[in-house]
């Protein structure tokens, strides 16, 4: 048991590197709690692995890999559409840790559903059939959990530097990608469509991203273009008021030239009154 646990961890963690399985976990961890995804992703290892060893230790057969692959496409772009509504109702702050309801579910339902017909339940199924299936289901299983337990630790570091409206769109982007490759490579056979609709998603994403970008540009422009005074009012006035005495324009105009600071004239009503004073 002790060889088959063994061979059956490193076969299945080594397929588990870059494997979409991590790009689903890494998802789910940039919108939930850490512990939470783990444990979506150790109760879905338990369950693909345990229908696997039992397929292949008693019946020797896989499971029908395009009916799969189909519920698994018609999942993503559900979760896609989830996703996007919880972007809009966010904001554009530092991305808080969710909990919200159906969130276990919905992580193990997804990896489940992607594992059903991927290579590392084939390998399961072919571990199974020729070697002890306790050791296999227990080495595929903790191969499974520490593989996307590297893809949690990359989504709690993204998780810390990124708003959380980003977090919501990246993880939508990432559950569409998904869904239209299991659909037309997985479960229709049209790989080259697959190739082309996901490149179609990542050029409207970016051209909106750039949109975006631009107009949050030129709000932060406008309010200094409408603030900022016009050039003919910046410029130092050299007229005097009206209502100064032309007498007093005059002197202050010869004591600007002259570099002397300008002399004050008393009005005529204050000149009689210091005169009449003994």
Same mark, same amino acid.
């Given at each position: 048991?002790?060889?088959?646990? $063994?061979? &059956?961890?490193?076969?299945?963690?080594?397929?588990?590197?870059?494997?979409?399985?991590?790009?689903?976990?890494?998802?789910?961890?940039?919108?939930?709690?850490?512990?939470?995804?783990?444990?979506?992703?150790?109760?879905?290892?338990?369950?693909?692995?345990?229908?696997?060893?039992?397929? +292949?230790?008693?019946?020797?057969?896989?499971?029908?890999?395009?009916?799969?692959?189909?519920?698994?496409?018609?999942?993503?772009?559900?979760?896609?559409?989830?996703?996007?509504?919880?972007?809009?109702? +966010?904001?554009?702050?530092?991305?808080?840790?969710?909990?919200?309801?159906?969130?276990?579910?919905?992580?193990?339902?997804?990896?489940?559903?992607?594992?059903?017909?991927?290579?590392?339940?084939?390998?399961?199924?072919?571990?199974? &059939?020729?070697?002890?299936? $306790?050791?296999?289901?227990?080495?595929?299983?903790?191969?499974?959990?520490?593989?996307?337990?590297?893809?949690?630790?990359?989504?709690?570091?993204?998780?810390?530097?990124?708003?959380? =409206?980003?977090?919501?769109?990246?993880? +939508?982007?990432?559950?569409? %990608?998904?869904?239209?490759?299991?659909?037309?490579?997985?479960?229709?056979?049209?790989?080259?469509?697959? $190739?082309?609709?996901?490149?179609?998603?990542?050029?409207?994403?970016?051209?909106?991203?750039?949109?975006?970008?631009?107009?949050?540009?030129?709000?932060?422009?406008?309010?200094?273009?409408?603030?900022?005074?016009?050039?003919?009012? %910046?410029?130092?006035?050299?007229?005097?008021?009206?209502?100064?005495?032309?007498?007093?324009? =005059?002197?202050? +105009?010869?004591?600007?030239?002259?570099?002397?600071?300008?002399?004050?004239? =008393?009005?005529?009503?204050?000149?009689?009154?210091?005169?009449? &004073?003994?």
């Amino acid at each position: 048991m002790l060889a088959a646990s $063994v061979l &059956s961890f490193w076969v299945v963690f080594v397929a588990e590197l870059g494997d979409r399985s991590q790009l689903i976990t890494i998802t789910y961890s940039l919108r939930y709690r850490w512990w939470l995804v783990l444990t979506g992703v150790a109760i879905a290892s338990v369950l693909v692995h345990g229908v696997s060893v039992a397929i +292949g230790h008693s019946l020797g057969m896989t499971l029908p890999a395009r009916p799969m692959a189909l519920a698994s496409a018609v999942a993503f772009l559900i979760f896609a559409v989830w996703t996007w509504r919880e972007a809009k109702s +966010g904001d554009d702050g530092v991305s808080p840790v969710r909990k919200p309801r159906f969130a276990l579910l919905a992580v193990v339902s997804s990896i489940v559903l992607a594992e059903l017909s991927d290579k590392t339940t084939l390998a399961t199924i072919t571990l199974a &059939s020729d070697h002890d299936w $306790v050791g296999v289901w227990i080495g595929t299983t903790v191969a499974m959990v520490l593989a996307n337990g590297l893809a949690i630790v990359a989504g709690i570091l993204l998780h810390r530097r990124m708003p959380v =409206r980003l977090l919501h769109v990246l993880a +939508g982007l990432l559950f569409l %990608a998904f869904g239209l490759w299991m659909l037309f490579d997985s479960a229709l056979g049209w790989r080259w469509v697959a $190739v082309a609709a996901i490149a179609a998603v990542i050029a409207v994403a970016a051209l909106l991203a750039t949109l975006r970008v631009a107009r949050r540009r030129q709000a932060l422009l406008d309010p200094a273009a409408r603030n900022r005074p016009p050039s003919d009012t %910046a410029r130092p006035s050299a007229s005097v008021s009206a209502t100064t005495d032309p007498t007093d324009a =005059r002197e202050v +105009g010869a004591s600007r030239l002259d570099g002397a600071p300008p002399t004050k004239r =008393r009005h005529p009503t204050a000149n009689r009154l210091l005169n009449r &004073s003994p």
